[in-house]
């Protein structure tokens, strides 16, 4: 008998507790013997076994609770959306006050420059505000701020501040940028615009700061300190909650599949989806990716290829696969 990771984490607790049989506990032991990080959590679960099952006192393992709060701290909630969003505000904020004035015309990842980029932030928030008021107006705006329209608003409207201070610039982001957030004082979190309900613009904004943070940083050559956990969390929540669309988006049927997704290091976390837009996801997944939510939420802003990714599927080779080409199937710029 072979078994799959997903069998692994399926039969290890049985197995710690000696409670598989005599075909189980070598399949176990056969996969352990080939797989470090399984064998460390086989004897983990071994080691609180025993020390729930012993007869006296019994101190536990010296390093449990330091073990118990690093798994706690790598999978932590959800920022609210808001809250996210000032983070990475605050993170960008901070990054464009230490720019230097040659800086300004280095070119990013997607061809702006450094400069034209704070602007195209600037641009994207006050599009979403203009349609957020729109509901109230009924002024004409944009019905669906999606790629195709952010290229549009920034390839327009770039030209109108090449005069401007870098200075300027910073305020109109800072003005743009506080209106965002103010939106949700005023605005239900499900009130829709733009194609969005506020609760997801307000991340979407954030994760286009968080990878707009990176396109700066790497275009300089600067080192980038780690984003806050609880706000890649945030982020990948929401790269999940697309993925059943991306997929159709991209061309893949899946119809009544189901996948687990399981993003390793802080602010990584265990989803299971349906992989048709509408479908249910079923009580058994047809393939586990694994994946780093960094390495994730950087493809699916299609800053890493496909094959850049670090990531591992058990079950259906090409139904993982497809999730990681998916994901970035409606990144802008």
Not at 5 to 11: N, V
Not at 181 to 186: G, S
Not at 316 to 332: I, S, T
Request: aromatic share 6%; charged share 25%; proline share 6%.
């Amino acid at each position: 008998m072979d078994v799959t990771r997903s069998e692994f984490e399926d039969l290890v607790g049985a197995y710690a507790l000696d409670a598989c049989d005599s075909e189980e506990a070598a399949a176990i032991d056969a996969y352990i013997a080939e797989h470090a990080d399984a064998a460390k959590e086989a004897e983990r679960l071994r080691d609180a076994a025993a020390w729930l099952g012993a007869v006296g006192a019994l101190n536990p393992p010296s390093d449990l609770r330091s073990r118990l709060l690093a798994a706690a701290a790598e999978r932590p909630s959800p920022l609210p959306p808001v809250d996210a969003l000032r983070s990475e505000s605050e993170r960008f904020e901070a990054l464009l006050g230490s720019l230097e004035p040659a800086d300004l015309g280095v070119e990013t990842y997607n061809g702006l420059t450094v400069r034209d980029l704070v602007t195209h932030v600037a641009i994207v928030d006050e599009a979403f505000v203009e349609a957020a008021f729109a509901i109230e107006t009924g002024a004409p705006t944009w019905s669906f701020i999606g790629a195709d329209a952010v290229a549009e608003m920034t390839e327009a409207q770039l030209p109108e501040t090449a005069a401007w201070s870098f200075e300027e610039i910073r305020d109109r982001c800072r003005r743009a940028r506080r209106a965002l957030i103010e939106l949700d004082a005023t605005l239900p979190a499900d009130a829709r615009f733009g194609g969005y309900s506020l609760r997801s613009v307000l991340v979407i904004r954030a994760f286009e700061t968080w990878t707009h943070h990176h396109d700066i940083t790497s275009a300089l050559g600067r080192a980038e300190a780690p984003v806050a956990a609880p706000v890649l969390r945030a982020m990948a929540d929401l790269a999940i909650q697309t993925l059943p669309i991306a997929l159709a988006a991209r061309g893949y049927d899946y119809p009544g599949r189901t996948a687990r997704v399981v993003m390793s290091g802080p602010g990584g976390g265990d989803w299971t989806i349906a992989c048709g837009a509408h479908d249910v996801a079923g009580p058994v997944p047809d393939v586990v990716l694994r994946v780093p939510v960094v390495e994730f939420c950087r493809r699916f802003a299609d800053r890493l290829a496909v094959d850049a990714v670090p990531f591992e599927v058990d079950g259906d080779a090409e139904l993982g696969r497809a999730l990681v080409d998916a994901a970035p199937a409606f990144a802008g710029l």
